[in-house]
């Protein structure tokens, strides 16, 4: 290759490896990261949305796939339900989960602790986020427009940890939730519609 085009090649070498090369994440402050979140809530009062969950089991060694639609409204109501054949729905009320799976009509109940409700979060997103809470741990990245906060807990709750990824508007892609006992269930989520107002009727197990 003549020296001329050897030193055009080097270049137009490197700018096409510079395109090509995946783009990594950027740690950005866990402050940044909830006033982010914050932000982009601000204007969101409830939302629906498909998703498709991998429910891995730690002990089991194995993953299931599930199908299924989640309900959300501020600031303390979440709803899931899982199609067949891993039929469950679950209401979450501030810190009070309620199951029903499969053809059980008795609802499970497990109270979180007060300091994991859904309430005392969203009260922390009112305002501005100028210092992290007390209660958690928290890490952040941003890459490519997209945000990743994830929240640990400081107490001896079952959750060890759930990451949230989302758009600057709010969007929620994807959330995952780590359990201490080493079990993770990530939630991808599709056709998200917000604000539809949603009322108490829609967060019901009946």
């Known amino acids: 290759m003549p020296m001329k085009q050897v030193q055009l090649f080097f270049p137009l070498l490197l700018t096409l490896l510079l395109v090509t090369s995946p783009c990594y994440a950027q740690a950005i402050s866990p402050v940044e990261g909830l006033e982010a979140l914050r932000r982009g809530f601000a204007g ?7 998703i498709t969950q991998e429910k891995r089991l730690f002990l089991m060694k194995r993953t299931m796939v599930m199908n299924g639609s989640l309900r959300f409204r501020k600031p303390d109501l979440f709803f899931m339900e899982i199609a067949p054949p891993f039929s469950s729905r679950m209401l979450l009320r501030d810190s009070v989960i309620e199951q029903v799976a499969g053809r059980d009509k ?3 109940r497990i109270a979180l602790p007060p300091e994991q409700g859904l309430k005392q979060w969203f009260s922390r997103l009112t305002s501005p986020i100028t210092s992290l809470p007390d209660s958690v741990a928290v890490q952040a990245d941003l890459t490519n427009s997209v945000y990743t906060v994830t929240i640990a807990p400081l107490g001896k709750g079952g959750v060890k940890d759930i990451a949230i990824v989302f758009l600057e508007d709010g969007t929620i892609k994807r959330l995952v939730i780590t359990e201490r006992n080493g079990d ?3 939630m991808t989520l599709k056709k998200l519609r917000r604000n539809v107002g949603l009322t108490e009727r829609d967060f019901r197990l009946e």
Do not use: E, G, L
């Not at 969101?44 to 498909?50: L, R």
């Open 106 to 108: 008795t609802p499970a």
């Open 44 to 50: 969101i009062s409830d939302f629906t949305a498909d």
């Open 184 to 186: 993770r269930a990530t």
